[in-house]
Each structure stands twice: as C-alpha cells, then as structure tokens.
C-alpha cells in the first residue's frame, strides 16, 4: 500500500480496482485487457497516478476471482487498519499529506491510515486521536489555555 495514507485515498483506490476489474470482466469480448484498461482510462475521470497504479495492481498474472479477493483484501486492509484522526483548519495539499504519511508509517505504524477532519476553528496546529487519547495543539487551545493570562496583560495595558 505503498503512497496510500488516508482511508479515503484507499477507499477510492479500491473503487477504482472494482471499475477496472469490471471493464475488464464486461467490456466487449475480443478487446486485450490492455485494450479494455485504456478504454476505461479514457471513459472516467481519474489522477494521474492512478493509471500506474493499477498497473501495478494487475501486474501479476491473475483469475478474476484472485482479482476480486485482492480487492477484498484492500477492504479488509481499510478495515483493520489502526486509524489516525488528525483534525486540522485547512484543506492540506497532496504534498503535505504525503509528507504527513510517511512521517506516520515510519513513526507511529507502518499499516495506519489517517482520517483528516477540517475545522476552520482550530485556527491553525492540529488536534490528533488514535485509539481513543487524543492531544490538541491546536492555536485555539493554546490561546485558551493562556486566556487568563492574556486578559491580564490586556488589561494592565488599558
């Protein structure tokens, strides 16, 4: 699972090799499943790596059945996986999330996924869960923190 760090990035992969696997089983008879892959690629939006990755998926020789169970297996993969909530105020790009998984597998557990959660109110840091524990650094949890303090300082300025 190499370059997959999110529950939704491994969810649309998943669908993605069901599609794939689909236009390969019920697409016109006489086609090479080379042939069959393009004229998906070339039907349905998808990222540009996805292509390569399901290169890589149908790279060994296999019976639709072995394909399908290697599908099954991804969605039991998603399922077991421990999962990281890592609750953020932006949008992160690729990049980032990238960045962020890899740190994740080589620190905290090579099988996680994270699930990001969006809130504006953050302002800025993250709050992060797993298995229950969380921790916030989140600016807006600093600053309410230090609220008491920051009114006094506030207050023998005015």
Request: glycine share 6%; proline share 3%.
């Amino acid at each position: 699972m190499s370059g997959i760090y999110t529950h939704e990035e491994l969810n649309r992969r998943i669908a993605l090799a069901r599609a794939v696997c689909e236009q390969i089983l019920f697409s016109k008879a006489g086609l090479a499943i080379e042939d069959r892959i393009a004229n998906y690629f070339k039907t349905y939006e998808h990222e540009a790596e996805d292509e390569a990755w399901i290169e890589k998926f149908l790279k060994q020789p296999q019976t639709h059945e072995s394909l399908f169970g290697t599908i099954g297996e991804l969605e039991h993969i998603e399922k077991k996986s421990p999962t990281i909530v890592l609750h953020i105020a932006v949008i992160l790009p690729a990049l980032e999330i990238s960045t962020i998984g890899n740190w994740v597998k080589k620190n905290i557990d090579e099988h996680a996924l994270i699930r990001f959660s969006y809130n504006p109110a953050l302002a800025g840091g993250c709050a992060i869960s797993l298995n229950g524990i969380s921790h916030d650094f989140s600016v807006a949890n600093k600053l309410d923190q230090q609220q008491e303090k920051i009114l006094n300082s506030i207050r023998t300025i005015v």
